[in-house]
């Protein structure tokens, strides 16, 4: 079992910063990739970012493009998702997710442990 517990979520205006980050902890060794996904109300659970935990390799959603970066501390088993000029449009339940197996990077059904999600809020 991995434990992913997400948090620095909150209240922002457009235009300002978040950084997320997502502890791991149990059986840490047994994922090799971490995923941030996002939901919106009403909307399917949407991939945001993706990073290797041994090469770093990222890939991301071209809605975050050039404004989301995501990283990692292997030392503390944790990701991070930094968010610039946040948009009302980037409001959404951000969650972590880890990555035991397969190649499937881009959807939910890719990755096998769920923190329990953080809610951002983007006002105009």
């Known amino acids: 079992q991995v434990h992913l517990v997400e948090s620095g979520g909150g209240l922002v205006q457009a235009g300002d910063s978040l950084r997320l980050s997502c502890a791991a902890s149990?059986?840490?060794?047994?994922?090799?990739?971490m995923g941030w996904f996002r939901q919106a109300p009403g909307k399917d659970r949407r991939f945001v970012a993706t990073?290797?935990?041994?090469?770093?390799?990222?890939s991301y959603a071209d809605s975050v493009k050039g404004r989301f970066t995501i990283s990692r501390d292997n030392a503390k088993n944790t990701v991070y998702l930094q968010m610039n000029s946040l948009k009302p449009e980037d409001t959404a339940v951000y969650y972590c997710?880890?990555?035991?197996?397969?190649?499937?990077?881009?959807?939910?059904?890719?990755?096998?442990?769920w923190g329990q999600g953080t809610q951002v809020t983007v006002s105009s």
């Open positions: 997710a880890a990555k035991t197996s397969g190649t499937v990077y881009f959807y939910p059904r890719g990755y096998d442990y």
């Open positions: 149990g059986r840490t060794f047994s994922s090799y990739a």
């Open positions: 990073i290797n935990w041994s090469d770093g390799s990222t």
